[in-house]
Nanobody, 115 residues
């Protein structure tokens, strides 16, 4: 059974940094495009960044230049380095991959940016 476990969230001041991790178990994720999503209270879950099996990355415009997605296939883990955080980055962050039209999600990790 595939499991994704996010960690690394917390409370940070505006301008601060956090590094989120998504550890996978039950299946090697090296061949999959992995994504980070976020969901703010009362809003839909939105895509933040993706990384392909070859390491190609894409970002939503609002985080470009501030966030970096990466992966360590040996550790079966995906990361999201978040710098220059803003209050509008406050959300629950989820990692995801899709296999055979089935979406796999972790439980999420809360990121709160506030002074």
């Amino acid at each position: 059974q595939v499991q994704l476990v996010e960690s690394g969230g917390g409370l940070v001041q505006p301008g601060g940094s956090l590094r989120l991790s998504c550890a996978a178990s039950g299946r090697m994720i090296a061949i999959y495009t992995m994504g980070w999503y976020r969901q703010a209270p009362g809003k839909q879950r939105d895509l933040v960044a993706t990384i392909s099996s070859l390491g190609n990355t894409n970002y939503v415009a609002s985080v470009k230049g501030r966030f970096t997605i990466s992966r360590d296939n040996a550790k079966n883990t995906v990361y999201l380095q978040m710098n220059s955080l803003k209050p509008e980055d406050t959300a629950v962050y989820y990692c995801n991959f899709n296999r055979l039209n089935v979406n796999y999600w972790g439980q999420g990790t809360q990121v709160t940016v506030s002074s």
